[in-house]
């Protein structure tokens, strides 16, 4: 399961500290990298700690695509894994935004097909969330 928030500009710290209170028991919340990405945040249970999650929504039209991007990403260095979750929603584990740029540089971006909905997020650390 997968939870996305839109929010505005300026108003991270106020929807952090909202979200820190109510936050569900095993669920990380992630925040996009850049500032310009909507939606900011997105709430799932981790598979693995550190690095970052590429995460990428799309229509089940684009799920070829998405299989072809695993088998780039597949070994290369910094690639923690991947899977998919209903809607359909796919997310890659990546050990830092530079594993997944120097992918994308050294062998071109997979996700083109699926850019207008793809975007890094990290996690932010919430001591209150037991996971």
């Known amino acids: 399961m ?5 929010v505005p500009p300026g108003e991270d710290a106020a929807f952090r500290a909202a979200w820190a209170a109510e936050a569900p028991r ?7 990298l850049r500032a310009d990405v909507q939606p900011r945040f997105a709430a799932l249970a ?6 970052v999650l590429l995460i990428a929504r799309f229509d089940a039209q684009y799920l070829p695509a998405w299989a072809a ?4 990403f597949a070994g290369r260095r910094g690639y ?13 584990h990546w050990s830092s935004p ?7 540089r050294e062998h071109g971006d997979p ?12 996690c932010e650390p919430n001591p209150l969330v037991d996971v």
Not at 80 to 92: C, N, S
Request: no cysteine.
């Open 46 to 51: 981790p598979r693995g700690e550190g690095g």
């Open 2 to 6: 997968i939870e996305f928030f839109a």
């Open 69 to 72: 991007a695993l088998d780039v």
């Open 80 to 92: 923690r894994g991947a899977w998919l979750l209903d809607g359909p929603v796919g997310v890659v």
């Open 26 to 32: 095993g669920v990380a919340l992630h925040r996009a």
């Open 111 to 122: 996700m083109a097909p699926l850019r207008g909905s793809a975007a890094l997020y990290v």
């Open 98 to 104: 530079l594993m997944y740029a120097r992918t994308v």
